[in-house]
């Protein structure tokens, strides 16, 4: 009867010796082996990383942090850094949300960590060496661009090329200075020419190209000779950031787009590098900009700031000048046509009908029935980047491209580095190419001196005008605290019975800018996981 | 006569352990020199006895004539109290001296009637003169006489009930009510893999009973657990039906990691949660608390609940059917700002942007006195949106009964819940049917089919609840709702009146759970005595299907001048869309036991040994489009050709466990008990060679009431045991295949127009990863006084929980891009504390009373976590130390009345006068992330109790259950920016230019939005007590319906969640729901039982 037990107790246990019951796997995810040795596997990886980048089609833009626009749904966001509040414990709160690619610390060093991983294993990829080579390109760009991007918001940055795992125990580091982080990254940018071709088209248009490299050197040795990091005025700066412009407008088969507005929609001649979207790989920037009377949210909102910077046509002068020929009663008539096309004011012709941001009961206004909530309080709506053909709603996203890189920039590029070297006829003629464009046709700047800077800075600000520039611009040649302690100024604008309108500039908000946000706060907490060996920018806390 | 005891009779039960029989055969030496009260003194001196007698009927200066050396105390005793002429007994610790000639004196008749707690007069009790033989059964109608003698005791007992023992004293005339032996020792309770006779259940285990939980009228039976089962935290975050699931956790949380209890339906694991099981099918719900859960090994540290359905009895069939009906509402819905308040807030919030104001006085005016309603509205946006009640109900039908080869046990049951939304598409539906049979196929073989099934069907307007209840919280109360001939308004982005509806298309979850077993048992006996055999195959099933169909609703807008309606289309859906998702899993388990069970005099063992094995795989996949030409046809077909529209994808998962379990209980004589279980498993989750884990548990008990210095003495214990256990349990509640690197498919990018696949690093791996591991020491006492007059059970309990698998993202700088960390068995938690559960239960007149009331108090700490660094003169933001889940957040020390105030103390540079204080907790004079200080309280309660009252009173009864919990924190935020509504109270003394010593911050203000700066402003006391559940019962008297066949009828009027005492008025102060969620619901309710 012993024996018995003994063998229905070895019989449960002889269940045991198929251990491979227990063997499953992941149903849901690939493996490491498979990843670096398929050369579809390894594209596909290589194409996680170009989303590093931020793209400028945040809920908040950039510019709403600066002096080009205004969102009323940005308290938690952009309106901190308008409002000078910024500060190293709330910068995080960014990352999540409307303001997702304003502070790009921890993103950035996330994708730093998978693109030099690639840089240790693609050596031993079994992949073909021609893709493999591409590749390599391709992530020397991405990863300069993603430090271009750090630089430009923290000033130098510690240098990664490493990719940590969790077996290391020093994870202290220092920073390194810009000019290391610039040649850095200029490194980065001649080898990834050296393996990429001029041009992406076809199946690849969208992928980092040689040109797309030169262009960022452009902007990258721009951004580096300017005032804020270039202190002693060191020319040879100058020279390296005219030199890399040259280059770009030197490029063959680009030129500058025939339509101003519809540049921003469609491919064309001027378009050196950029996102492009789908309707499964959307964005929503219609529904973020557009009135609330069409359903939009009304964010990113022009202000008047800007759009008195917005020279008459006829005259080349800004309303604000003597014998600009603006007339207060029609403020938006006969203004730079780049106005039109890049802003939305009351009376102009939008979706069928005109907008209406007049009070009482103005559609696109704070009494229209529809989506109040949403009105603009500045009286102007965004315009730029928006499709007509697109709907505008949340159950449907548009797919405007997001331009990194255009021609125009680097005739303005190359105009700023010559205004610097004393070169203003040079400036002027660059200045004036991208004034003369085909439907701008803006009348030629002549102005020479302090004047021509103002000329050249205005330009940048108008032509290129929400496309993420403004923000860094005006840290760059170090008068942020001038142009932002301005109040961000709104129009208001009440229509009698008979049809006229009453225009009263508002403020909208009362704007500060402190000496320490220059640069942008490293976020307090990686400070002090750092064990403080990372050293936090100036004045901040 | 004065009748008075020349000692006075003292009891002292536990100090003095002499007995009759001992007392008696003791020794004794007297010199024969002395009278008889000498002798007396000298038989106190010598035993430990003390003799009692009435020295008005004893003679006691009678002398004693002969000396005795060590002579049996009866001896002496019989031959000195002869010769006076009295009689002695032993009673206890007394020598009871009576004058003989006083017995026939003092024999009295006395009469009485035995009935039971209903007052039904039992038949055939038997009544005992204690101690003797003489005894009589009660009549028909319970009554019965008897002829005791004097000071005598009479014992009452009857089969299936209590005895008791009464003192006759001079009473002539008795009620005696019994009472049901339900604290019976013998009863049967369960435990892992089997069952125990309760007496020697040596584990920390508390049982709910079906009859009891189905006394809330709720359609989720994990909300009706609150408060019914000391230990179990409860907690309701909504009442959304379909989607209204409880979290539960057994003695608080001891990880930062899952805490969520094992629950096995039937013993089977992986059946889902309580929440949709049919309470009618509920035959009781038990919940392993310490050591004796660790027989279900690696998923058995958080607690165990163990679901058991009901099964049929020998007898004739039982046919019963309950009905109920009720009415739900919320049991809060935050009183949000008017228009009057919103459009003050609003101008203050413009001139703090240094912008003018947007209404005029006179507009406020007209916002506040309603003149003129459709231009200065004043929209109450929940009133437009929420019903005020919404029906619910419940059918259910069940038969059982057996013969002695087969008993059985079907039941089905229909409920349904309307939402309450006005017009509202929200439903919940549910069908379930169950079959629990039992065959004997021969003498030694059973076997048993369980079958269970059910529909779930919930239905639900496209848009969620929390997108409506969004609106419903944020909108402006100066929009109209709807126009004044009834067509709605837009709202603000959209009109939650129409979100609500079935205008928006629906979204439904249809569930089909199937759950089947089949049970052998064979018992072998005739191979050993005691020996068994029993093994069971379970399948389970579930198919799920989910399909959402958006349509575009409308709006309308009003030209006032020309009186007319223009149609628009909404803004958030403009495309009619449809998505349709099929999940299926099922899930294998066979479950093999070897049983031994036998008595060897007083030795008791028993014994199983066990293999267990699951394996489960979960298949998805889903298809959309959109742009559909029309509503016409909500089906895939008939979306757009435009491949833009299409999408799909689908994945997989599975799982599978193995183990090997065991458990030998010992008892001797039903006083000692001693227990081992333990579990041998085997996990997919882990990495080879690091995939198997053992969990042994030990426990024993000692049931003194069994100790006949108990048992013979003192007869007012009825129960009483103490018992310990300690056992390492583990907890493999975690995501699998963490020691893999993965790489999975997403960040898609754009490239020649097409949207390319990305492919990217999955988190890190670590290659080390194991079990959490609980150690489980628990202590308690458990006792049963007066016959249920008192009954009580103690625990105290503590667990270490070790090998927490937690994130490092706390130490680890982002710039590392370690960003997406693995889990690592890091941490350390500690929870210990009390539970106290006692009961009472008693009958005064007609009325019985029953009332248990229990309390837990856990409080864990965190002993270790991965920390920040946050530096020297920072140890008050530290996690270790504190409250898992403890956040840091400032500490606000008021309000900056002025600006002189604001200059005085350091401060955000965003502050100005009206915003909060923050503490400069460093003091270094400057406000930082590092002045926010640790909590010490969280969301989870340290504190929960309940109440359960209940009587019954000829054919009413009623029972009350209060609930609450206390030492538990809720922060109620209410946004106050130009964005949105807020909550009433949010602006009520605020302060404003005009109110500088206002008790609430200004409207804005970054500074004061506890969500971006978390600050001890917004943390509110959690506790409450809520009357929970409360049922009027009353049973129609038989004779109505015996015409009928109706062997009984009941009504009964029920409620829950009825009324709630707290310091948070705003929102329920339950779960962490902070208004724009669906709430928890307070519901009526009228039901009927018949049986047939």
Redesign the interface.
Known sequence: ?KK??YL??SA??S??SC?D????????????D??FNDDA?LT??V?????AYPNGFDEAMSSSATDESYT??G??SSN?VA???M????VE?FDSGRFSNFNY??TA??????I??FFTKYEEAQVSEELKSRLYGEMKFIRAFVYSNLIWRFGGV?I?TK????E?TD?S?TRNTYEECVDFILQDLDEAIEHLPAKME??????ASADACKALKSRVLLYAASPLVNTSNDLKKWELARDAAKAVIDLPGYSLASDYRTLFLEDNDEVIFR???????ANRVNLFNSP?GY???GGNCPIQNLVDDYEMKATGKKPTETGSGYDPANPYEGRDPRFYATILHNGAMFRGREVETFVPNGQDS?QG??????CS?TGYYLHKFHDENQ??????ATTAPWTFFRLAEFYLNYAEAQYYLDNEEECRKAINVVRSREGVEMPPVTATGTELLEKLRNERRIELSFENQRYFDLRRWKIADEYENK?SIGM?IEKDENGNFKYTE?????RNF?PQHYWLPI????I?????T?EQNPYY? | MVNTFAKPICFAFFMCCSFNLKAQNQSITLTGQMTLKEAFVEIEKQTDLSVDYNDQLVNTNKRINKPYTNTKLSDVLNTILKDAGCSYSIQGSHILITPESNQQVKTQTITGTVVDESGLPIIGANVIEAGTTNGIMTDIDGKFSLSVSAGSKIQVSYIGYLSQEIKVGNKKSFEVVLKEDTQALEEVVVVGYGTQKKGVVTGSIATAKGDDIIKSPTQNLGQALAGRLPGLVVSNGSGEPGADGVTINIRGKSTTGNNDPLILIDGIAGRGSLDRLNPNDIESITVLKDASAAIYGSRSANGVILVTTKRGKTGKPSISYSFNVGVQQPTRVPDLADAATFAEVTNELESY????P?YTADEIELFRNGQDPIHYPNTNWADEVLKKGALQQRHNISVSGGTDVVSYYVGGGYSSQDGIFKNGSTKYEQYDVRSNIDAKITKDLKISVDIASRLEDANFPSMSAGDIFWRITRS?PT?LAQYPNGLP??G??SNPIVMATDKTGYEYDKKAVFNGTITADWNLSW??DG?G?DAYMAYDRIGKDHKKW?TPWTFY??NEATDTYTE?M??????T?LRQEHLADWSLTLN?K?KYKKTFGSHGVDAI???E?N?YRKDNFWASR?SFMSTAIDQLFAGTSNK??Y?NSG????????S?FGRVAYDFAGKYMAQFNFRYD???IFQ?GQ?WGFFPGVSAGWRMSEESFIKDNIDWINNLKIRGSFGKQGNDNID??QY???????????????????????G?P?NNVTWEVADTWNIGAEGTFWNGLLGFEVEYFKTKRSNILAK?N?????????????N?NIGRVQNQGMEIQLSHFNKIGEVNFRASGNFMFARNKVLFMDE????EGHEYMNETGGQMGAGLQYHAIGIFKDQAALDAYPH???ARPGDLIFEDVDGDG?I???DRVRQKLTNFPEIIFGLNLSADWKNFDISVLFQGQARAVKDVISRM????NFYKWRAEDRWTENNIDGTMPRA?G?IN?GV??PCSFWTQNASFVRLKNLEIGYTLPNLWFNKLRISNCRVYLSGQNLFTLDHIKYVDPEGSGEGNYYPQMRIFNLGCNLTF
């Open positions: 009867m018995i037990i229905a107790v449960l246990l269940f045991s251990n019951f227990l063997d499953k796997k992941p149903l849901d995810s690939l493996t490491e498979a990843v596997l596909a990886y194409t996680a990383c170009y989303s009323r749904h308290d938690g901190i409002r000078g509040e500060n190293p414990d709330n709160n610390w921890n060093y996330e994708y730093l960590r998978n030099n991983t510690p990664i990719a940590y795992t969790l290391d994870y580091v076809g199946e690849n248009k969208g992928r996102r492009y979207y789908t309707k499964a790989n609330n359903g939009g949210w704070e029935a529809i989506g109040s909530w949403n309080k709907v505008i709603n949340e159950s449907e109040n208001k508002i403020t909208v908000l009362e402190l976020p307090r907490s990686e002090i996981k750092s064990n403080y990372l806390n | 942007d240094g912008r003018d947007r402006y929009v308004t837009n603000l982005d191979l050993l020996l055999v958006q807008t009003w628009h909404n803004t958030l859906v403009q495309q869309s093999a070897l040994l066990g293999f094995q394996s959109g833009d529209y999408d994945d997989a998962s599975e799982s599978a466990r193995r090997y085997g996990s997919y080879a995939r699998p295949f893999l690197l993965k790489y999975n498919l997403g960040r898609n990018y754009v490239f020649g127009g097409t949207d390319m696949v990305g492919l990217y690093q999955k890190f670590n490092r706390a130490s680890i700088p982002k710039y590392t891009g370690l960003i997406d960390l693995p690592e920040t660094p946050w530096g955000l540079d965003a400057e930082t992330s590092l920016d130009n964005t949105s804005g970054t939005y971006e700066n």
